[in-house]
């Protein structure tokens, strides 16, 4: 079993850093041989900071932890609101929905009372073959 790692990616509260997380994270599963989770991570990340990014007006951050058998990725705000999971509407209102059919759980939590809330959710780890090369 590989060692586990964690990285932290601070964002602006500005749409475009959704891309360039995704990117990162991209980067970020390939050298670690993750590349079955890429797809459903690239999509949970897109939702859970976009959310953050779309509700409130301060900065973001997306982490990311691999340890034994679980991926976890979660996004960071400085909203410290509750998410809500709403009926969808044409393009929106769809995120914790997808969060919810395609993580294998998530969840949230208040950061120091008001200092923002992180929402995570975690996907089974499944190393690449290629690890043993």
């Known amino acids: 079993m590989p060692a586990p790692w964690e990285y932290t990616l601070y964002i602006p509260h500005d749409p475009r850093a959704v891309g360039i997380c995704r990117r990162a994270l991209r980067d970020i599963l390939t050298a670690h041989h993750l590349p079955t989770l890429i797809e459903p ?19 973001a951050a997306l982490k990311l932890r691999q340890s034994g058998p679980s991926f976890r990725l979660g996004a960071w705000d400085t909203d410290p609101t509750p998410p809500t999971t709403t009926q969808p509407h044409g393009e929106t209102g769809r995120g914790l929905h997808l969060v919810d059919a395609y993580a294998d759980d998530w969840g949230w939590f208040q950061v120091n009372g008001t200092a923002g809330k992180y929402v995570w959710c975690e996907l089974k780890a499944v190393l690449s073959e290629h690890l043993c090369d």
Do not use: K, Q, V, W
Request: glycine share 10%; aromatic share 0%; charged share 15%.
């Open 41 to 59: 991570a690239e999509l949970l990340a897109s939702e859970l900071l976009g959310n953050a990014i779309r509700h409130t007006n301060g900065p």
